[in-house]
């Protein structure tokens, strides 16, 4: 199985920034995808922000020029670079990430960590 540790979230004002970092770790033989979601209260969970093996990277239109998703292979790692943030992006954020174990591609959720924009 794979596990996914979250870190970062937090109280930031508006136009503040925060770093979100999720490391996997367990028996894979390897990572693809790897990205991260959101859900605020009431809405369904979204999409932020993926990045592929490659280095490839989407993200939603309402995060785009302001979050920089990234990732470290070597340490199975991805980052989220959260700038001018605002109320709209406060939410419980979800590392994802799509991993290969024996023949199979399994996707795996992490935990979740807060992040609330607020003055």
């Known amino acids: 199985q794979v596990q996914l540790v979250e870190s970062g979230g937090g109280l930031v004002q508006p136009g503040g920034s925060l770093r979100l970092s999720c490391a996997a770790s367990?028996?894979?033989?390897?990572?693809?995808?790897m990205g991260w979601y959101r859900q605020a209260p009431g809405k369904q969970r979204e999409l932020v922000a993926t990045i592929t093996s490659g280095g490839s990277t989407n993200y939603a239109a309402s995060v785009k020029g302001r979050f920089t998703i990234s990732r470290d292979n070597a340490k199975n790692t991805v980052y989220l670079q959260m700038n001018s943030l605002n109320a709209e992006d406060t939410a419980v954020y979800y590392c994802?990430?799509?991993?290969?174990?024996?023949?199979?591609?399994?996707?795996?959720w992490g935990q979740g960590t807060q992040v609330t924009v607020s003055s």
């Open positions: 367990g028996r894979f033989r390897s990572i693809n995808a």
């Open positions: 994802y990430c799509n991993a290969v174990l024996g023949l199979l591609r399994t996707d795996y």
